[in-house]
């Protein structure tokens, strides 16, 4: 409210609490208007000038809150870009270190291998002979684990061949690793994802398959990708403990890597949705959908 406003709001609120005294009685004790219907025309006049100070004041009040929350609108926007921004550049980065390793360290230690393969073909004392395998068998060891790293930054198959091949080899990999039983089914025609959405839901899913894992004591998953219209649609359903849903908003933004919150936001942002329902004891079911057609580029 202005200055000026708040003085003439002080004068007329001043006048009107003075209304009763000025228009029914003089300096002299005398009545200076006998006529009812004109005190009353006057009073009227006196709460019209206030009332439309006071609305003029909410209109202004209104005005300045729209453009609160027009300037927060574009505030949640601009963060909703620069978080897409930045997992633009973790997943450029992602895929960049994983090439250099794959081309680098682990060709590396292939030929490191076929050399010492090749010693094993000449004439060497049995003690050399033992620490020849034992070598062959810690760059055994070496090439697995960083081919884990490779897979754990940016998959190949994924930008190679496509999700469906990916999500094939993260479950076989899920599997052996921690003994948990994970079917995959495709229900109808298969359809090719850019390679930006292709790369948002598969880190999706494994980061869902990571907190089963940890946190969901499940024996068995199910995961199914099928066509919903325009939209792909990603469900992931296991056997484990559950949780109260009053904790999936808590859940979501304390996820670890990745996050589920992150994705959640990705997500809408792309104009689609991440859901997650789940009761104690009646394990957890979490939906993804993603357009099938982007309007933006989520990942260059």
Known sequence: MTKDAHNTKKEYSHRLVDLPSRLGQSKDGQSECKDPEMRLHKALEELNLQLSIRTEELQKAEQELEQERRKRKQL?????????????????????????????????LVLCKYYLEELEATPITRFDKKRLDQSIALIDQA????????????????????????????????????????????????????????????????????????HAKATHVSISLAKDHDYLQIEVLDDGIGFDPAEITRRLRNSSGFGLFSISERLEHLEGSFEITSRPGNGTRAILRAPLELKEVAFR
């Not at 089914?185 to 994802?193: K, S």
């Open 76 to 108: 949640q926007q601009a963060l909703k870009s620069l978080t897409s921004e930045l997992v633009l550049t973790e997943e450029r980065e992602r895929r960049c270190l994983a090439t250099d390793l794959h081309d680098s360290v682990a060709q590396s």
């Open 143 to 214: 090439l697995e684990q960083m081919r884990s790293l490779i897979f754990e930054l940016s998959p190949p198959l994924l930008h190679d061949i496509g999700i469906e091949a990916a999500l094939h080899s993260l479950t076989s990999r899920m599997q052996h690793l921690y003994g948990i039983k994970i079917e995959y089914a495709r229900v109808g025609e298969d359809r090719a994802l850019p390679e930006d959405l292709a790369v948002l839901l598969f880190r999706c899913v494994r980061e869902l398959l990571f907190n089963t894992v940890k």
